[in-house]
Structure formats: structure tokens, C-alpha cells
């Protein structure tokens, strides 16, 4: 069966990073490209980042954008969202998905993943 699946989210203090992590198992991400979304309590899911099938076009949404990294190792079928300089306002759980090519809208993803919880606190 085809799955993502998200590790490395957890507990840090305003200011640190966390690296996750969005692994495929039971087909390989070559052709895909990975969006990394999130869900705040009480709010609606919002886009963070995105990175292409080649990994050449990366998309970053205003709030992240200078303290994350999106990146993948086909590899290793993984793509990696590395956050710095964590603020309480990124706590959410945070879901990659998948899809042919090239970044799109929402309704594109074919595969998502269960989520990871990030909280950030003091």
C-alpha cells in the first residue's frame, strides 16, 4: 500500500529547530512533488512549503519563510522540512502530501500523511 509518513515533530523552545521528516513507503516520490501543510488548534490547514518532483522549484508560505528549508533525497524516497528559529505560532501538526510534478492546490495531493505535532514552548 502506498503511504507517507511524517517523524520528527516533538516539544522545543521558542528559538530552536526541529528537522521533519515525510518518508514513502510502498512507492517512490521520483515523480512527486512534496508539500508540507499544516493545522493550528482551532484553525483551518495552510500550505508551508513545497518542493518539485526534481527538486529544483521550492515554494515557502510568508509566515516560514526564511527560517525553513524544504529538501528531498529521492534517494532515500524522503523530503525533509527543516525548521529554525521556532516562534509558538508554528505549533500545529504538520502533514506532507504528494503529488505528480510540480507543486499545486490543495485538492491536487493524492497522498497524505498522518501527521507529526510540533509545539513550541517556553
Known amino acids: 500500500q502506498r503511504q507517507l509518513v511524517e517523524s520528527g515533530g516533538g516539544l522545543v523552545q521558542p528559538g530552536g529547530s526541529l528537522r521533519l521528516s515525510c518518508a514513502a513507503s510502498?512507492?517512490?516520490?521520483?515523480?512527486?512533488?512534496i508539500g508540507w501543510f499544516r493545522q493550528a488548534p482551532g484553525k483551518e490547514r495552510e500550505g508551508v512549503s513545497c518542493?518539485?518532483?526534481?527538486?529544483?522549484?521550492?515554494n515557502y508560505a510568508d509566515p516560514v519563510k526564511g527560517r525553513f528549508t524544504i529538501s528531498r533525497d529521492n534517494a532515500q524516497n524522503t523530503v525533509y522540512l527543516q525548521m529554525n528559529s521556532l516562534k509558538p505560532g508554528d505549533t500545529a501538526v504538520y502533514f506532507c502530501?504528494?503529488?505528480?510534478?510540480?507543486?499545486?492546490?490543495?485538492?491536487?495531493?493524492?497522498?497524505w500523511g498522518q501527521g507529526t505535532q510540533v509545539t513550541v514552548s517556553s
Open positions: 502530501a504528494a503529488q505528480p510534478f510540480n507543486c499545486g492546490n490543495y485538492q491536487s495531493y493524492e497522498y
Open positions: 510502498g512507492f517512490t516520490l521520483q515523480f512527486y512533488a
Open positions: 518542493i518539485s518532483s526534481s527538486g529544483h522549484s521550492t
